[in-house]
């Protein structure tokens, strides 16, 4: 291995309380029911319209779009102030002094990708941050592949650090290897569908990028 690739948004953003958050607001505004922590995490996915379609929310009278501007629009202007996991600027510097090379891959619509890993400390750490050009959180497939060609490096050559089954998929796709997070957006039961190693701390974390 010779790179790590993080996701963002569950694994160093702790940000699944807030996300959930934000979704009852706009659920609030539109007249739609709204969830728990523990809905969210059962239902999570990506491309984020299959979760609205996993609520069973109908497009046709709450249009994806207006759901994605008015989630956008309050996330964004508290995403910073949720801060990252407890540690997790700190894994970044250690693995960083000890000489691995890292880099961020996300759904995040990249400009405000951009802008939360500078205010958080993160950006001097990393060889990329990769988003989506647009807001719409689509899945990260094109992403990785041009991510990993600005890199130079091949899936191989990757270790990739998630918080859902997606992530999982993500890193098969790519042909790298992968870990999962626990304190993210899914819950532990489908993290451990995936066959994958599922870490509950960043201290275990660190101790198994550490021992490959």
Same mark, same amino acid.
């Given at each position: 291995?010779?790179?790590? @690739? ?6 160093? +953003? ?15 505004? +539109? ?12 239902? &999570? ?9 996993? $609520? ?13 501007? =008015?989630?956008?629009? #309050? ?8 801060? !990252? ?9 250690? !693995? ?11 759904? *995040? ?10 205010? !958080?400390?993160?950006?001097?750490? &990393?060889?990329? @941050?990769?988003?989506?050009?647009? #807001? ?6 094109? @992403? ?9 490096? *091949?899936?191989?050559?990757? =270790?990739?650090?998630?918080? &859902?089954?997606?992530?999982?998929? =993500? ?16 819950? $532990?039961?489908?993290? +451990? #569908? ?11 974390? #660190?101790?198994? !990028?550490?021992?490959?």
């Amino acid at each position: 291995m010779k790179h790590i @690739i993080w996701d963002f948004n569950g694994t160093l +953003l702790a940000d699944a309380q807030f996300s959930v958050d934000v979704d009852n607001s706009v659920f609030d505004q +539109l007249g739609i029911a709204r969830i728990t922590l523990d809905d969210y995490r059962k239902n &999570m996915t990506m491309p984020v319209c299959d979760f609205y379609k996993a $609520l069973g929310i109908d497009f046709s009278v709450h249009p994806y779009a207006l759901i994605s501007k =008015l989630w956008l629009a #309050e996330f964004n202007a508290g995403a910073v102030a949720v801060g !990252l996991a407890e540690g997790a600027l700190d894994i970044v510097r250690r !693995l960083d002094q000890k000489g691995f090379t890292q880099s961020i891959l996300s759904a *995040s619509y990249e400009p405000s990708l951009l802008h939360q890993c500078s205010a !958080l400390g993160l950006t001097p750490y &990393m060889r990329a @941050i990769s988003g989506h050009q647009d #807001e719409q959180a689509a899945a990260k497939t094109e @992403i990785a592949r041009r991510h990993l060609q600005a890199l130079g490096l *091949s899936g191989a050559d990757t =270790l990739f650090v998630g918080d &859902m089954q997606a992530d999982a998929e =993500l890193a098969r796709a790519m042909g790298a290897d992968c870990i999962l997070v626990s304190w993210g957006h899914n819950d $532990l039961k489908r993290l +451990l #569908e995936t066959g994958l190693p599922v870490v509950h701390t960043l201290g275990e974390l #660190e101790a198994l !990028l550490c021992s490959r």
